[in-house]
C-alpha cells in the first residue's frame, strides 16, 4: 500500500509541480552542461510559475517541440512491446522520461516583440534595441563576432509564442534554425513544460538557474 501511494504522489508531482530532466546537449552551457552519451546536469523544472504568470524574456524553459523541431528525434523506447509498456508505466511516475523530445533554452522575446539583426557592436535586437546579455551567454566576445547569431529576421513573435535560443549561441539549433515553419521558428506558449529553477546534480553545481529581467537589463519597454 504505501509503495501504491509513494507512486500516485510521484505522479502527481511530476504532472503538477515539477520534474527533473537531463541536459542531453552544450546548447546552454555554460549555464547548463551536457553533452551527447554523456551524464549531464540534472534539473528541477517548476510546472506551476506559468499558471499564474507570463513567460518572460530572460526565463530559462523546457518546452516540447513541435514537428520541425522534431525532426531527427528518436524514442528512446524499447522496440519490445512488453518492456515498452513497462518503460510507458515507469514515465507516469517519474521512474522513466517521458517519450518526447523535450529541449531546453533561454527565452529572448514574447508575443508582439521583433527580434532579429545586429548592433554595430555585435548584440542582437529586441524591437530595434541592443540587448545585454553578457552575464549569461557563452564567450560574450567572440559570440558578438559571429554575425549568424544575430543577422537573422527580424521576426515579429505571434501573440501567445515566444522565440527561444541557446546561451552557446555557436552551437545551439534554436529559433534561428526553424524559421521557416509554421510559427516562423518560435514556440506557442501551451507547448512550455516549466521553467528551469535548480539545478541538483551534480553536486558540485548544484544551484538556482538565473532568469534575468532582460527587458529592464536592457532598457527595453516591456511588451503589454
Known amino acids: 500500500m504505501l509503495i501504491i501511494i509513494a507512486l500516485i504522489i510521484s505522479f502527481l508531482v511530476q504532472t503538477f509541480v515539477g520534474r527533473v530532466y537531463r541536459i542531453p546537449s552544450e546548447s546552454m552551457e ?5 553533452c551527447e552519451g554523456c551524464n549531464g546536469d540534472r534539473i528541477v523544472v517548476d510546472k506551476i510559475t506559468y499558471r499564474f504568470n507570463d513567460p518572460r524574456p530572460g526565463d530559462v524553459v ?16 524499447s522496440d ?5 509498456a513497462l518503460q510507458n508505466a515507469g514515465s507516469v511516475v517519474g521512474l522513466m522520461p ?16 521583433t527580434v532579429g539583426g545586429c548592433s554595430p557592436t555585435g548584440d542582437l535586437l529586441v524591437d530595434g534595441q ?4 553578457d552575464g549569461y551567454i557563452n564567450n560574450p566576445a567572440e559570440s558578438k563576432k559571429n554575425p549568424m547569431n544575430c543577422n537573422f529576421g527580424p521576426v515579429e513573435v505571434p501573440e501567445g509564442n ?11 539549433a534554436d529559433s534561428r534554425y526553424h524559421m521557416g515553419d509554421q510559427y516562423q521558428g518560435t514556440v506557442p506558449e501551451s507547448d512550455i513544460v516549466g521553467k528551469v529553477r535548480w539545478v541538483i546534480l551534480p553536486f558540485s553545481r548544484i544551484g538556482g538557474v538565473d532568469s534575468p529581467d532582460l527587458m529592464s537589463i536592457s532598457g527595453i519597454d516591456a511588451p503589454e
Open 62 to 77: 523546457v518546452f516540447k517541440g513541435s514537428e520541425s523541431w522534431n525532426e531527427g528525434y528518436e524514442s528512446q523506447r
Open 162 to 172: 515566444v522565440w527561444v535560443m541557446g546561451d552557446n549561441r555557436s552551437n545551439s
Open 98 to 113: 517521458p517519450d518526447e523530445n523535450n529541449l531546453v533554452k533561454r527565452i529572448i522575446a514574447v508575443g508582439g516583440q
Open 80 to 84: 519490445n512491446p512488453a518492456l515498452r
Open 130 to 133: 541592443p540587448l545585454k546579455e
Open 30 to 34: 555554460p549555464t547548463l552542461i551536457g
